[in-house]
């Protein structure tokens, strides 16, 4: 059956009043939901005995060039598809209950520093964009867990960064990306990419993972792997926002004996797909 949807603030309340002495999972999405999204809403389950999926595309976190417009919206589709993995809830709010004033005017979040690099350096205000919506979505909510995907590896370390500095009372759980059969991530936005892009699109994961490979097989020449990995994506037909090898907790420079990530943010025609390997992952 597929999940009820409220829409105001008044609605969500009453439909979780009941549930939260047994505990609450939530997966915030902005809908146009795939595989990658249903591997959230299993992991959710597992922790809590209700989910709560919101589905919001965030006029915030989008630059004025950037795809708001465009984004897919398909409400009925996702909640068949969740129907599939049983959610309970899908709580799609009205652009006026997300944010009662004109954005201008809105209340922002912003956690310095882990926002401004890499995606934050190429796409200004995305992260407080997401730290605002997903802080106010928590307080909306109230969850006891809240689930996302490591593919948005700088996201999860924001919001964590963010639930710990406002001491917001939730537990940020990530969940592996899920992946098509020849290694490129389940994104909503590889439905941008013509067939002749999308069979060139695996490239980003197989240089991520010759990148992975040689640090785990002890190489520490961070600069050499990062030129590798841009050349083999531009070799691709890519254009390569950034390739670059980071500390896997802060984002900060790599040091051996501390876990490392590797991430790249490339666009192929209309898309701009984003990926990473934890070391520690191959
Ligand atoms: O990852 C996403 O889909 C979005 O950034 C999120 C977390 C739902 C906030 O709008």
Redesign the pocket.
Known sequence: MKPPVVRDCEALDAALAPWRSDGIAFV???GNLHDGHLALVARARELAPRVVV?I???PL?FGPQEDFAAYPRTLEEDRARLAEVGADLVFAPWDEVMYPRPLSETTRVRVPGLSEILCGAHRPGHFD??AT??AR?FNLVRPDHAV??EK?YQ?LLV?RRMVADLAIPVRIHGASTVREPDGLAMSSRNQYLSPEERARAPALYRALRAAAEALARGSEDYGRLEAQGRAALEATGFRVDYFTVRDADDLGPPSSGRPRVVLAAARLGRARLIDNLRVDAI
């Open positions: 915030p999405t902005m919101s919001y595309v965030n976190q964009g997401v919506v997903v979505l996302f995907g948005d996201q919001i």
